[in-house]
C-alpha cells in the first residue's frame, strides 16, 4: 500500500522569503504522479503543483516548484517570494498511474507573516 | 470558472440521527469523489463514481454511510445513523474524462468548499 508523510505539521515564513515543504512516500510503484494541494482557510483545495514520476525535469509553476527525487521518494515543494496569500494547509498527494485515487499526507500548515 | 457546489456548508447534527449531503460537480466531469477529512488529517477517499456507477467505495462503513449519484449528475452523500466519531469535513471533488478537452488520467480533481459536519 503507499503512503505519504508529511514530516513538518507547522511551517512559517517571512514575507518575500522561500520556504520549502518536505514530504516522502512510499511505493513499490515506477510509474505514479504526485501532487501538491492548497486548502486556504475556509476554502476549497486547489491544485498548486503536478509531477509525473516518468520526467525527469521537476515541474514550476510560477513561484512554485518541487525537487522530486524518485529514488530516495521525496517529493519537496518550494515557494518563492512567499505571500500573504500563501498561508494555507499543504498537502502533498500520491496517485498511482492508470487510477485516479489520491493519497494524501496529514498536511503542513504554512503561516506567511508580514 | 465553473466550480464543484456542496451543500450545506455546515451541518450540527446529533447522534443517532441522519443527515445529508449534496454535491454538483463540474458540468461534464464524469468522475465525482467523495472525501471525508478528519481535523489534523488529510482527506481520504470515501467513494468514487464514473457516471452513476460506484467504482470504488472499499473505504466507505457501508453500515452507516450510503452515496448515490442517480442520473450521473449531482450527488448525495447519507449518514444514518450519524455518531460522534462522524465529525469532520466532508469533501466533494469531480474532474474530467480522460480525453475530454485534453484530460488525462491522473489529472486535476477539482474540490468543493466541504460540509464541515459536527455530530453532539
Known amino acids: 500500500a503507499q503512503t505519504v508523510t508529511q514530516s513538518q505539521p507547522e511551517m512559517s515564513v517571512q514575507e518575500a522569503e522561500t520556504v520549502t515543504l518536505s514530504c516522502t512516500y512510499d511505493t513499490s510503484e515506477s510509474n505514479y504522479y504526485l501532487f501538491w494541494y492548497k486548502q486556504p482557510p475556509s476554502r476549497q483545495m486547489i491544485l498548486v503543483i503536478r509531477q509525473e514520476a516518468y520526467k525527469q525535469q521537476n515541474a514550476t509553476e510560477n513561484r512554485f516548484s518541487v525537487n522530486f527525487q524518485k529514488a530516495a521518494k521525496s517529493f519537496s515543494l518550494k515557494i518563492s517570494d512567499s505571500q500573504l496569500g500563501d498561508t494555507a494547509m499543504y498537502f502533498c498527494a500520491f496517485m498511482k498511474h492508470n487510477t485516479d485515487k489520491l493519497i494524501f499526507g496529514t498536511g503542513t500548515r504554512l503561516q506567511v507573516f508580514p | 470558472e465553473a466550480e464543484v457546489a456542496q451543500s450545506p456548508r455546515y451541518k450540527i447534527t446529533e447522534k443517532s440521527q441522519a443527515v445529508a449531503f449534496w454535491c454538483d460537480p463540474i458540468s461534464g466531469h464524469a468522475t465525482l469523489y467523495w472525501y471525508r477529512q478528519i481535523l489534523g488529517q488529510g482527506p481520504e477517499l470515501l467513494v468514487q463514481f464514473q457516471d452513476e456507477s460506484v467504482v470504488d467505495d472499499s473505504q466507505l462503513p457501508k453500515d452507516r454511510f450510503s452515496a448515490e449519484r442517480l442520473k450521473g449528475v449531482d450527488s448525495t452523500l447519507k449518514i444514518q445513523p450519524a455518531e460522534l466519531g462522524d465529525s469532520a469535513m466532508y469533501l466533494c471533488?469531480?474532474?474530467?474524462?480522460?480525453?475530454?478537452?485534453?484530460?488525462?488520467?491522473?489529472?486535476?480533481?477539482?474540490f468543493g468548499p466541504g460540509t464541515r459536519l459536527t455530530v453532539l
Open positions: 471533488a469531480s474532474s474530467p474524462p480522460p480525453g475530454a478537452g485534453g484530460a488525462r488520467v491522473g489529472d486535476t480533481q477539482y
